[in-house]
């Protein structure tokens, strides 16, 4: 079935650096990935959507510049967190669409736990 | 935009015994319906889907019903394991263009043994 990699699947960073966050699609080719944060007992909120070749469409109250996107290829997303506050200490899930189709199912990594100290 | 509504929050049943979790959405245009398993640490993962032409789906101990008319999705879990004990997330995503699925609150489900 479809794989969706995450890594890392923990990090610890201090306060003002920043993370990177890669999601693979292990074996398919996503033109379209998706990252949400989730923070804990509580649903997926989705952040942004990554197209491939193109700019990220972020969600209304998600900073852009502050959680930057790059999808430079058909099997690779990366999220990154500049100058990470505590705040931003969260659990980071990226999801794929295997197949072409906007109704393609969604396939989920394992997250990432963000602990920003 | 699409909403969704999930019920119960948190649920409890004996192993053996069934569980019904149940959503409603409120986009009548939205035409896919998913259902995932998330357990502890772990991203979620797709256990059943179902469209809209479609009023009921089964796979094994698990089935999905919609009622596209009252605009609300159930899911089924039969003969209840202690490893079905997660929390269980409906989904909902409208037909128009690359829209991105929409959430619901989640389901602990507990199963005793």
């Known amino acids: 079935g479809a794989v969706v990699s995450q890594h890392p699947s923990r990090v610890i960073c201090k306060s003002g650096t920043s993370v990177k966050i890669e999601c693979r699609s292990l074996d398919f080719q996503a033109t379209t990935m998706f990252w949400y944060r989730q923070f804990p007992k509580q649903s997926l909120m989705l952040m942004a959507t990554?197209?491939?070749?193109?700019?990220?469409?972020?969600e209304q109250g998600v900073e852009k510049d502050k959680f930057l996107i790059n999808h430079a290829s058909l099997t690779l997303s990366t999220l990154t967190v500049t100058s990470a506050h505590p705040e931003d200490s969260s659990f980071y899930i990226c999801?794929?669409?295997?197949?072409?189709?906007?109704?393609?199912?969604?396939?989920f990594g394992n997250g990432t736990r963000l602990t920003v100290t | 935009g699409e909403n969704v509504e999930q019920h119960p929050s948190t649920l409890s049943v004996q192993e053996g015994d069934s569980a019904v979790i149940k959503c409603t959405y409120s986009?009548?245009?939205?035409?896919?319906f998913p259902w995932y398993k998330q357990e502890l640490g772990k991203g979620p993962q797709l256990i059943i889907d179902?469209?809209?032409?479609?009023g009921e789906k089964k796979d094994q101990r698990i089935a999905v019903t919609l009622n596209k008319t009252a605009k609300h999705f159930s899911l089924h879990i039969t003969e209840t394991q202690p490893e079905d004990s997660a929390v269980y997330f409906c989904?909902?995503?409208?037909?128009?263009?690359?829209?991105?699925?929409?959430f619901g609150k989640g389901t602990r489900l507990s199963v005793i043994a």
């Open positions: 989904a909902a995503r409208s037909s128009s263009g690359n829209t991105p699925l929409v």
């Open positions: 986009d009548s245009a939205s035409n896919y």
């Open positions: 999801s794929a669409r295997a197949g072409g189709g906007y109704n393609s199912p969604l396939h």
């Open positions: 179902i469209r809209s032409n479609v």
């Open positions: 990554s197209n491939e070749g193109s700019k990220a469409t972020y």
